[in-house]
């Protein structure tokens, strides 16, 4: 199963990324938390990408597409994947779409997620992600066992520092720009399908996993 999972920031990709590879045992490649890797061990990718992240505009194009070209070769994605966050612009969906061909391979499905924005900002606002494992909670959605610290790894929990108010409001700028344009491609290639995100976590997952069943491998 190969799919792209489409949305502003904060509508629950990530989260359904994390259930749906775990489900469908397929690898989740979130570019985001590729890129806040690189940060944390400030190699020379994740220096660069810094400052784009903190102000909430995109990285650039050749950055990315770097990053999802070595993943997409790792055998962990041999049985298919979850793209999470990748592609957000033409040239990066193009990109994807070249890379795939090479390996005579193609996307099955395109799932766009849709949430109001007044719910985006509260599920923003109240985020909280581990720095070391990546999961994430939310201090009234999804919080965690023990305030502030990580279920999984036992890690103190962090607040994203694009999840500021100033940043939240480029990021969605910036995904109306450049990152919706999107929906209408994967459209037309008859690959997309919509999903209402709201509603709870488990039963958005019931939702996703309904789309995505007929490409689950037998
Ligand atoms: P990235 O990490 O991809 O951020 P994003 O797209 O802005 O998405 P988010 O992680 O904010 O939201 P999500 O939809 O995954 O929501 P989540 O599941 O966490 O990218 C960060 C930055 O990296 C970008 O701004 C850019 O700079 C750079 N970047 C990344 N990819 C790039 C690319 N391809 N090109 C260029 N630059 C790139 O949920 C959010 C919150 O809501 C959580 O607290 C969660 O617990 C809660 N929640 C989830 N589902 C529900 C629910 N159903 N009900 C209630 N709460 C819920």
Known sequence: MRVVFLGAPGVGK???ADRIAAQFQVAKISTGDLLREGVRNKTPLGLEAKSYMDQGKLVPDAVVIGLVRDKLSDPSCAKGFVLDGFPRTVPQAEELGAVLTSKHLALDRVVNFQ?????VIKRLSGRRSCPKCQATFHVDFAPPKQSGICDRCGESLVQRSDDRREAIETRLK???????????????RQLLSQLNGSGTVDSVFQKVAQVLTPYRAT
Do not use: H, I, K
């Open 115 to 119: 949430v109001s924005r007044d719910d």
């Open 174 to 188: 910036v995904y109306e720009d450049q990152t919706a344009p999107l929906v209408r491609y994967y459209e037309q």
């Open 14 to 16: 990530g989260t359904q």
